[in-house]
């Protein structure tokens, strides 16, 4: 309880508020701070008129506290589903593009085959996607090649093609010939946020022709950079299997790339020894043929 009431302090920059938050009487919460204070041997929070302000040291506390809070609540479902026969959870963290083509249809799948075996999904750019497996805070990773996978297991998943979006009426829509990249440099873009390996590969491109890439926008979606393009504010690149239904909803346009870059590798991977059964047996299955054929018929 104490922990908890700390993070809130933190996050409320209030002792009132947090103590209404936590149930608690306004005098019993300031002696409970008080009393965690004294066990740690250090000032958490600095009090001022209008509230509470965080140490140095209630900043530290704060972020392994909170971390603190998420395992126990992590504990406390795995412990109500283990009474209800889930008798393993994996923890799954993969990149927009695996989720928005491939993830979702096979993890349903494999959900029918093993109702004892949670998988449980987290969505990250590339880079963090490698940096949540590394410090092991995933069991298995699905990410687009390009962040340093020295010291992980990796497999090919899936390929994919990133495709040039733009508006309906765009005059890089006139020609149906695929287009270099460079030649859309004079561009406004529109990209997702920093560590989505799309964006990497933009501006590598760009900095090998020694051309400024003209980011105007970064959004955290697929969805949302579409609507961005067309509203008229820039163009975009995307994996063609996702952007696909989007394109056609919202009327864009799109064109294929010349580039060698725009044909992507997708990988899963485990950290370097002997995973456990389960996450054995879920990238055994993610990595079979019969897999890969229904996840190309699906994306057609």
């Given at each position: 309880?104490?922990?908890?009431?700390?993070?809130?302090?933190?996050?409320?920059?209030?002792?009132?508020?947090?103590?209404?938050?936590?149930?608690?009487?306004?005098?019993?919460?300031?002696?409970?701070?008080?009393?965690?204070?004294?066990?740690?041997?250090?000032?958490?929070?600095?009090?001022?008129?209008?509230?509470?302000?965080?140490?140095?040291?209630?900043?530290?506390?704060?972020?392994?506290?909170?971390?603190?809070?998420?395992?126990?609540?992590?504990?406390?479902?795995?412990?109500?589903?283990?009474?209800?026969?889930?008798?393993?959870?994996?923890?799954?963290?993969?990149?927009?593009?695996?989720?928005?083509?491939?993830?979702?249809?096979?993890?349903?799948?494999?959900?029918?085959?093993?109702?004892?075996?949670?998988?449980?999904?987290?969505?990250?750019?590339?880079?963090?996607?490698?940096?949540?497996?590394?410090?092991?805070?995933?069991?298995?990773?699905?990410?687009?090649?390009?962040?340093?996978?020295?010291?992980?297991?990796?497999?090919?998943?899936?390929?994919?093609?990133?495709?040039?979006?733009?508006?309906?009426?765009?005059?890089?829509?006139?020609?149906?010939?695929?287009?270099?990249?460079?030649?859309?440099?004079?561009?406004?873009?529109?990209?997702?946020?920093?560590?989505?390996?799309?964006?990497?590969?933009?501006?590598?491109?760009?900095?090998?022709?020694?051309?400024?890439?003209?980011?105007?926008?970064?959004?955290?979606?697929?969805?949302?950079?579409?609507?961005?393009?067309?509203?008229?504010?820039?163009?975009?690149?995307l994996p063609k299997g996702a952007s696909l239904p989007i394109i056609k909803t919202m009327k864009l346009s799109w064109r294929p790339l010349t580039?060698?870059?725009?044909?992507?590798?997708?990988l899963v991977a485990t950290t370097v020894g002997r995973p456990d059964a389960a996450v054995t047996s879920l990238v055994d299955f993610l990595l079979?043929?019969?897999?890969?054929?229904?996840a190309k018929g699906r994306n057609k």
């Amino acid at each position: 309880m104490s922990i908890r009431l700390a993070v809130a302090c933190a996050q409320t920059g209030s002792l009132t508020a947090a103590a209404r938050d936590s149930h608690l009487a306004l005098a019993a919460a300031s002696r409970r701070i008080r009393e965690l204070e004294v066990a740690l041997g250090d000032t958490l929070f600095e009090r001022h008129a209008r509230g509470l302000l965080p140490t140095a040291a209630g900043r530290v506390f704060v972020k392994h506290g909170l971390t603190l809070l998420q395992t126990m609540e992590q504990l406390g479902t795995e412990l109500t589903d283990l009474r209800h026969g889930i008798a393993r959870h994996i923890r799954l963290c993969a990149s927009s593009a695996a989720i928005s083509q491939f993830l979702p249809p096979l993890l349903a799948r494999y959900g029918e085959l093993h109702p004892q075996v949670r998988v449980d999904l987290e969505e990250q750019v590339s880079e963090a996607v490698v940096a949540t497996l590394r410090e092991g805070r995933a069991d298995v990773a699905v990410f687009v090649e390009g962040p340093d996978t020295n010291g992980l297991e990796t497999q090919l998943f899936r390929n994919d093609e990133l495709v040039l979006v733009l508006p309906a009426r765009h005059c890089l829509a006139a020609t149906k010939t695929p287009i270099a990249f460079t030649d859309t440099l004079d561009e406004e873009w529109i990209s997702l946020t920093a560590g989505a390996a799309m964006l990497q590969k933009q501006q590598q491109a760009a900095l090998a022709a020694n051309r400024p890439l003209k980011l105007r926008m970064q959004v955290r979606s697929f969805d949302a950079v579409c609507h961005m393009v067309a509203s008229g504010l820039g163009i975009a690149v995307l994996p063609k299997g996702a952007s696909l239904p989007i394109i056609k909803t919202m009327k864009l346009s799109w064109r294929p790339l010349t580039d060698a870059w725009a044909q992507r590798r997708l990988l899963v991977a485990t950290t370097v020894g002997r995973p456990d059964a389960a996450v054995t047996s879920l990238v055994d299955f993610l990595l079979q043929p019969s897999q890969n054929a229904k996840a190309k018929g699906r994306n057609k």
